[in-house]
């Protein structure tokens, strides 16, 4: 089972799980590749960068895989980790709107940034989101469903 389901309760629905996506990589990989190139031009200081490099690697790669947005039937999960984990869960209730961004790139890995607004105003961003239309979609078609289930209940 995921990390990211062992701490929901066992009488809730997971709709879709998704995660940040691998992209969120790239960057320090071509950083990496790049000063391990100049290490016999430039020496110390290519080197420096290289460590640099590598750390940032592993700290991402960490934060990748321990990475989980969860849209339950009542609620959103998520977990993040970037030196401490942290776990949140918000009342789709809360949740009002929510819009996609997708860079060139993204829009063929599929990647984005999604950012969600909460009642009050509040937003909640997250960047390198794996599969961020669908993720979108299907937190409209839960948030729907709940207002529906409130409206006729009340």
């Known amino acids: 089972m995921d990390r990211g389901m062992d701490d929901l309760n066992t009488d809730e629905r997971i709709v879709f799980h998704t995660k940040e996506h ?35 690697i592993l700290l991402l ?12 039937d009542r609620s959103l999960f998520i977990r993040t980790w970037f030196l401490r984990q ?3 869960r918000i009342p789709l209730t809360s949740l009002v709107n929510g819009s996609v961004q997708m860079p060139a790139l993204g829009k ?9 607004i909460r009642t009050g105003g509040r937003n909640i961003l997250f960047r390198f989101l794996a599969s961020p239309m669908l993720f979108l979609e299907h937190l409209h078609e839960e948030v729907t469903r709940v207002r529906n289930g409130e409206e006729q209940a009340g």
């Open 86 to 88: 942290s776990e949140r």
């Open 22 to 56: 691998w992209a969120i990589l790239i960057g320090p990989f071509l950083l990496l590749i790049a000063s391990g190139l100049l290490i016999p031009a430039k020496g110390l200081y290519a080197l420096a960068l290289f460590c640099f490099a590598a750390l940032l």
């Open 61 to 72: 790669f960490v934060r990748y895989q321990r990475s989980a947005l969860i849209i339950t």
């Open 108 to 116: 063929l890995l599929d990647f984005g940034k999604v950012r969600i």
